[in-house]
């Protein structure tokens, strides 16, 4: 959650509150050559406050060379990255993800893969609003995001105003949004916020948020949510 006061670190910066872990499980000697090796050189840019104070905007030429620029918001392990990146070579993704396991595991994804059209955010996605070029972005993609279940909790979601008011500002007019859940409240939210924030919902039957999309590669956490007896929706918006 963010607010008017400063961080007292970075003087200028907004105060964000951070909910959720940033590390799991000790990384295996592997993740740890990926992190040390492979992670910078895949950065986006400078990206933090701590290297960015003045929040120049991304040079998105210099990155992808004129390619559409598509972001994944939580790529959590980076199974479903690394398939739209293979499939989609014309198209540049930015994913954010501030779990440094799942960070490791998409830079594993990444070698075995040998696609070069990534770059990857291992933080909160607020900081990469604040540099992204308004108008940037072709298509984002939010799939199975934290459903913070209690109602206490659910101004921590993503689908409030302080994510989706900067979303709505660097996807381009016609960009498509992709939001994947498994939890009805959230799509409750998910209905209810993101048409007040410029798009549009793209559903014209039932079968438009209950069958994936044609290029669809089903994650680990849908895989998990279909065990346990959880039925996906899949929402299609566009930015008006």
């Not at 992808?64 to 972001?71: I, K, P």
């Not at 199975?144 to 008011?165: A, C, G, M, N, Q």
């Not at 994650?219 to 929706?233: D, F, I």
């Amino acid at each position: 959650m963010s607010d008017t006061k400063n961080d007292p670190k970075h003087p200028g910066a907004p105060w964000r509150n951070f909910y959720g872990r940033r590390h799991g499980k000790t990384l295996r000697p592997s993740q740890q050559e990926y992190l040390a090796e492979d992670l910078s050189e895949l950065s986006p840019g400078p990206v933090g406050w701590d290297v960015n104070p003045d929040r120049a905007p991304l040079d998105i030429e210099a990155l992808f060379g004129g390619r559409d620029l598509w972001l994944e918001i939580g790529f959590g392990g980076g199974e479903h990255m690394v398939h739209q990146a293979s499939a989609n070579p014309q198209a540049g993704l930015i994913g954010c993800e501030p779990f440094i396991n799942g960070v490791a595991m998409l830079l594993g994804k990444i070698r075995e893969a040998g696609v070069d059209n990534i770059r990857i955010h291992p933080g909160d996605v607020r900081d990469l609003f604040d540099v992204l070029p308004e108008a940037s972005v072709s298509k984002a993609f939010l799939l199975y995001p934290d459903p913070w279940p209690k109602k206490r909790h659910h101004r921590r979601r993503f689908v409030t105003p302080e994510h989706l008011e900067p979303l709505a500002k660097v996807l381009k007019p016609g960009a498509e949004l992709r939001v994947a859940t498994d939890i009805p409240d959230y799509v409750r939210q998910t209905l209810e916020q993101v048409p007040r924030h410029g798009f549009e919902w793209q559903a014209e039957r039932a079968s438009d948020w209950q069958t994936p999309w044609d290029d669809w590669y089903s994650t680990r956490y849908e895989q998990k949510a279909l065990r346990e007896g959880r039925t996906p929706h899949y929402l299609t918006f566009r930015r008006t």
